[in-house]
């Protein structure tokens, strides 16, 4: 019964984590890979598609931040795209220098 009980709480833990946001995404030019955005704290993360019998490859995410309404603005660049938070404007773009590390972001706009 003590196991049961040590359990529970990791498992609202994880059901948590799951359940940060929504989900959306844009692809990049060529429809081979497609950015992800969290659209609760505005990480992203790029996924791509290496042929009809793999699995598309998700790199990591960036680092999120404040709650806020995160969309991604769509562009023909494989590696970077820009981040919006649709409830003040701001903007910011995130780019990966190395697809095994998290995209790096810039600061956000000004209002």
Not at 38 to 59: D, I, M, R, T
Not at 98 to 104: A, Q, R, Y
Request: hydrophobic share 40%; glycine share 10%; aromatic share 10%.
């Amino acid at each position: 019964m003590k196991a049961i009980i040590a359990v529970v709480p990791l498992l609202f833990v994880a059901m948590a984590s799951a359940a940060d946001g929504q989900f959306s995404g844009v692809s990049t030019k060529g429809n081979l890979s497609v950015w992800r955005v969290n659209h609760g704290n505005g990480a992203v993360s790029l996924c791509s598609f290496e042929g009809h019998k793999n699995e598309p490859q998700c790199y990591p995410w960036s680092i999120g931040g404040t709650a806020g309404n995160y969309q991604i603005i769509g562009g023909d660049d494989v590696l970077s795209t820009w981040r919006i938070n649709a409830s003040n404007g701001t903007v910011s773009l995130c780019e990966y220098k190395d697809v095994t590390d998290p995209p790096i972001c810039t600061p956000w706009s000004a209002q």
